[in-house]
């Protein structure tokens, strides 16, 4: 298992029951559906009320990047490909990149490329691919905006349950051990809410501008890319433009492979 969201939150549960355990509480206690109604659906409810439904039609694809691993190029092999095709560009011109462009699988590299290959002028391209860029930037943020407010919301509907249970345990005071049962109960809603606030939905927010921000880094470094190749920069001039987009292991990890690669040519 590769994905850190599905780790977590088993880590979460397991540190919640387990905590239960080694303080005695009984586990029973968390089969309460007046706490679940009042988290689950009561934190759907504020979410509906806060956003549109236009947005909200999208939390399930949502659930599904937080969910799973992304499937994005790496920055290593765009250098490799930008340089092949900087190398073809300076040989055969940018015409001869034609051929390539169904080979692209990513959309926003693909109609980059066309852009350039089309002939289009520079401060053009890169005015379109800017604008691309904030849209999708501004998608990202109103998507994880969604479940950074459920995050907000879970805690304090947590008290609004307890404060249920609560009128409800005090409303009859004759038993005092059903009274003292009902009180512990009524503090599961604040268990679930701070639980699903802090462990569920604010990660999941998180995870999300993480995941956001790695691709707009991807989508400028093919950007960069794009207009250096309609430039015709050489293919040391490209690598070492988009080299910055690397951390120093990278690179440095890049270097020894194109070492190897020189080596082996030589050989």
Sequence with gaps: MKNSTIIG?????????????????????????????????????????????????????????????????????????????????????????????????????????????????????????????????????????????AGTYAPTLGVLGAVVGLIAALSDMSDMDKLAHAIAGAFIATLLGIFTGYVLWHPIAN???????????IRLMMLEGLLSIQSGVSTIAINQKLSVFLTPTERLKMREQEEARVDEQKA
């Design 207 to 217: 995870k999300l501008k993480r995941i956001s921000k790695k691709e707009i880094q």
């Design 9 to 149: 939150l088993i880590l979460g549960v397991i540190a919640v029951i387990g905590g239960m355990i080694f303080k005695g509480a009984s586990l029973s206690s968390l089969i309460n559906p007046a706490a679940f109604m009042i988290i689950i659906l009561g934190t759907i409810a504020a979410v509906m009320v806060a956003f549109p439904m236009s947005e909200l039609q999208k939390v399930g694809k949502l659930f599904k990047i937080a969910f799973s691993e992304q499937k994005l190029p790496s920055r290593e092999d765009l250098i490799s490909r930008f340089m092949e095709w900087a190398s073809i560009t300076r040989r055969e011109g940018l015409l001869a990149l034609e051929a390539r462009v169904d080979e692209i699988e990513d959309m926003f590299l693909r109609n980059g490329m066309r852009m350039i290959i089309d002939g289009n002028d520079q401060d053009l391209v890169r005015d379109v691919l800017l604008e691309d860029i904030a849209a999708t930037e501004e998608r990202h943020k109103a998507g994880a905006l969604i479940f950074t407010q």
